[in-house]
């Protein structure tokens, strides 16, 4: 199972569209509103580590509203 969790800086005031998008992404387990450097956080789930990269380079970057983010993934050791 791969686990990421992808930070988000949105353009100004569209941090609850951005949120709302988030909802309709299969691979997006949870997210949450942030007070800080970032915006928001999601956190995306798959079986392969494939499907995730790709979820979050064609899904969650392309989101409108999304200005720039940052990936962390889970490694299991």
Do not use: N, S
Request: with cysteine; aromatic share 6%; charged share 25%.
């Amino acid at each position: 199972m791969a686990i990421g969790f992808v930070l988000m800086t949105t353009h100004p005031g569209k941090e609850a569209t951005v949120r709302q998008a988030l909802e309709k992404v299969d691979l997006v387990t949870a997210h949450w509103m942030l007070f800080g450097e970032y915006d928001l956080i999601a956190r995306v789930q798959a079986d392969e580590e494939y499907a995730l990269t790709r979820c979050i380079v064609e899904e969650i970057r392309q989101l409108p509203g999304v200005k720039d983010t940052k990936t962390l993934i889970g490694a299991e050791l």
